[in-house]
């Protein structure tokens, strides 16, 4: 549903010359973007509270692998530091949702044809940090929940998240935060 919602939006941006098929792909975007939200809360809603007992390193790799199809190309990820003994179930739970929603968002958003994640922790924090060589931040936000959902669970998790443009000025960081004591 994700590849078929960006192929639209990309078919909109052709369709710009005429505005009553432009719009009906909007709509069936919308939609698209509705039905994909309805099935992540049925997901969660039956997942169970433990997961499973793959490693979070083997967990953010099958996150990674799932939306490769939808990305440009593979995300480029890095780790560092022992993610799988310093990160409690709790963390890792709303990490996985975290690097989901961030590489959906450089699918949906981006237009980029390279993406980075970078995954740390340390003894004080975990720290997240998806980049992206894409169009960079819009002048006006979106009317999506994305973005406020991922510092809503940094905030819960007495971390913080932010959005920032690329120093080079080409793309998107995104980091996010949080102590693991």
Do not use: Y
């Not at 909007?26 to 039956?46: H, W």
């Not at 780790?79 to 799988?84: K, N, R, S, T, Y």
């Amino acid at each position: 549903l994700l590849a078929t919602g960006l192929s639209l939006q990309e078919t909109i941006r052709r369709a710009e010359d005429q505005p009553d098929v432009a719009s009906r792909l909007e709509q069936a975007v919308d939609d698209i973007d509705a039905t994909v939200k309805e099935i992540r809360s049925t997901i969660f809603g039956l997942q169970r509270n433990d997961t499973s007992d793959a490693s979070l390193r083997s967990r953010i790799l099958d996150v990674a692998s799932d939306l490769t199809a939808i990305l440009p190309t593979a995300p480029r990820i890095g780790f560092e530091g022992a993610l799988d003994t310093m990160v409690s179930d709790e963390i890792a739970d709303h990490l996985i949702h975290v690097v989901r929603e961030a590489l959906t968002n450089v699918a949906k958003h981006a237009r980029a044809t390279k993406v980075d994640l970078r995954l740390s922790v340390d003894q004080q924090r975990l720290f997240l940090q998806v980049s992206d060589d894409g169009v960079g931040l819009p002048t006006t936000p979106g009317g999506g929940f994305g973005l406020s959902n991922l510092r809503s669970r940094a905030t819960r998790l007495g971390g913080d998240c932010e959005v920032t443009s690329r120093s080079d000025g080409r793309g998107t960081v995104l980091i996010w935060r949080v102590p693991v004591r």
